[in-house]
């Protein structure tokens, strides 16, 4: 009977099961509107479409998501005079891509825009009293860059429609840590940086 009930568990998850193929077809939009309120040149280049999940993590993770490429869009990709001035294509490329690891489905939304300055990072926290000036020195390059998860903190020069208002990424670290699953962020100065956003492959 355990046999027969595990075969059935095995079948209900199948069903539930859908490629991240759903949640990626509605971001060529978001990149073009967002691009365009920026003044920018932007493509999408998206992988691993065929990537499968259950569905109500590939329901949990469409907000999180949504914030991660808008911010990268507006964020992340430099002007097209800065990029142009670095020796970059004018046009800028936003990576969504999703792949398994072990029971975990990984989705990286990734720019190769100006990437995060963690010196600015720690200042802007002092600035903005989400820390004093003596626990901002402490702070290693991972947890600087975690900062941008914090309620209120933004990385944004301007507030304008799309960011800067200080909503959005705490968004993205709670909506991770309902689903039991994690957030990982790594920038390189000038290159761009890259968001994983790992969750569990079912909600068993």
Known sequence: QTRVLDELHKCVL???MVPV????RRFPRVV?????QC??????????QNTDLDKGILDSLAEPLMHLVRNAVDHGIDPVDERVAAGKPAR???FLNAYHQGAQVVIEVRDEGRGMDTNKLRAQAVEKAIL????AIR???QEVLNLIFEPGFSTAVAVTEVSGRGVGMDVVRSAMGKLKGTVHVSTQLGK???IQLRAPLTLA
């Open 139 to 141: 702070l290693s390059e």
């Open 21 to 24: 193929e759903q949640l990626f």
């Open 32 to 36: 073009r509107d967002v691009a365009k």
């Open 192 to 194: 761009g940086t890259s």
């Open 14 to 16: 199948k069903i539930r």
């Open 92 to 94: 800028g490329t936003v």
């Open 132 to 135: 004093k000036q003596e626990e």
């Open 39 to 48: 003044g920018k040149d932007v493509a999408l280049q998206v992988s691993g």
